[in-house]
């Protein structure tokens, strides 16, 4: 079966911008995770959205958005981009028990 | 959820086993163990989870300690495509909460 899908694989933004990434999960899966990772503080939480709900909130400004569709893809959005949130975000799809996340590739954002 | 503690990296060899440590001496009865792996330009992968007895999947063997305050991640052969990040993560289903990732081991493989 498909896996997790990330669109697109590289960003380049620039400061102050605005920027959607998008997640497609796998077939069945009704959770869908973001998180970012970057260098110095590894891989954080984001938000998890459980059949169109946010479930789980991280602790990230509310420059950082997102949002489920009916058909479980997500997406997020990161307004006012900052130089520091350059970073990989990932995309993690569950059937929702909390176990066998499935992540994605990633996307690269660089913000200059 | 309770934190775990990795060693910051390891050394192995290819073709010998490799036993990746993980301490979790605040477990709750209720926490699964979870182990998951980040190869170089990729998001972390699933590689097993275990309870309370030892579990065996295709990837790797989990060893949990009998008071469950320690478990070991255990590849029977490495390969160079085992160099990865391994990331232990304590996880009660019931809390519907994310996965906490710490800093995890940095294995890498010498051939």
């Known amino acids: 079966k498909a896996g997790v899908t990330q669109t697109p694989r590289y960003l380049i933004k620039t400061r102050g911008q605005q920027v959607t990434l998008s997640c497609s999960p796998i077939s069945g899966h009704r959770s869908v995770s973001w998180y970012q990772q970057t260098p110095g503080q590894g891989l954080q939480f984001l938000f998890e959205?459980?059949?169109?709900?946010?479930?789980n909130k991280g602790n990230f400004p509310g420059r950082f958005s997102g949002r489920q569709f009916s058909n479980s893809r997500s997406e997020m959005n990161v307004s006012t981009l900052e130089l520091g949130d350059s970073a990989l975000y990932l995309c993690?799809?569950?059937?929702?028990?909390?176990?066998?996340?499935?992540f994605g590739s990633g996307t690269r954002l660089t913000v200059v | 959820d309770a934190k775990t503690t990795q060693p910051n990296s390891m050394e192995s060899n290819e073709e010998e086993p490799v036993h990746l440590p993980c301490n979790h001496s605040?477990?709750?009865?209720?926490?699964?163990i979870h182990w998951y792996r980040q190869l170089p330009s990729q998001g972390p992968e699933y590689v097993i989870h275990?309870?309370?007895s030892n579990v065996n999947n295709r990837m790797a063997s989990l060893a949990i300690a009998e008071d469950r305050k320690s478990s070991t991640l255990i590849l029977h052969r490495a390969t160079l495509r085992d160099a990865a990040v391994y990331y232990c993560?304590?996880?009660?289903?019931?809390?519907?909460?994310?996965?906490?990732f710490g800093k995890g081991t940095k294995l890498s493989v010498k051939p």
């Open positions: 993690a799809s569950s059937p929702g028990g909390g176990y066998g996340y499935t």
């Open positions: 959205y459980f059949s169109e709900t946010q479930r």
């Open positions: 605040t477990i709750s009865g209720t926490d699964y």
């Open positions: 275990g309870l309370t």
């Open positions: 993560i304590l996880r009660d289903p019931r809390s519907q909460g994310n996965l906490i």
